[in-house]
């Protein structure tokens, strides 16, 4: 039977990598550029959400696990879920952006309403971005402790093959 554990190591260096690329992403940016950067910019987020949750899971595969690295990869899913809660609100706002015309049709409601409706969007958006930015920063000193756990449980051998992913990471 295969080892599944053996490629741990890669896949808690791409894991790391990926959370580390969705900081960046949450931390460059703002509501105030263009609706198709913003647009960009949370497609990238939860792509990198996702491969972190993704390497996670195959990280675990075959060992028992810490409890600290089963519960990051539950507030990795929590982070997730509120990256598509942006997504879908900066969507509504693209929708509005480009057609107006549909609703005021279908509703009757005048363009000012519906402009109304497009800025809330954007703040619904932009308030749940800022809470998923405090609990990245409330969670960082948990992530480097899961880190470091994780590191102190590998062989020499397998702490580098972590350090040789993290450097090939792009």
């Not at 609990?135 to 397998?158: D, G, M, Q």
Request: hydrophobic letters at 35%; aromatic letters at 8%; charged letters at 30%.
């Amino acid at each position: 039977m295969t080892d599944v554990s053996m490629n741990r190591p890669v896949h808690l260096a791409r894991r790391d990598q990926f959370y580390e690329k969705a900081l960046e992403l949450l931390g460059e940016g703002s509501f105030s550029e263009p609706l198709s950067e913003r647009v960009w910019r949370v497609e990238k987020l939860i792509n990198n959400l996702k491969s972190a949750y993704k390497e996670g899971l195959y990280a675990q595969r075959g060992i028992e696990c810490g409890v600290n690295e089963r519960n990051f990869l539950k507030v990795l899913e929590l982070i997730l879920d509120s990256a598509k809660a942006v997504q879908a609100m900066v969507s509504h706002e693209n929708l509005l952006e480009e057609d107006k015309s549909f609703l005021n049709q279908f509703l009757g409601q005048s363009l000012d309403e519906i402009n109304e409706d497009e800025n809330t969007y954007r703040k619904r958006a932009e308030d749940i971005l800022k809470g998923v930015q405090g609990l990245t920063r409330t969670v960082h000193s948990a992530f480097e402790k899961v880190r470091k756990e994780n590191l102190k449980s590998l062989s020499k051998e397998c702490q580098q093959r972590y350090e040789k992913t993290i450097s090939s990471f792009n």
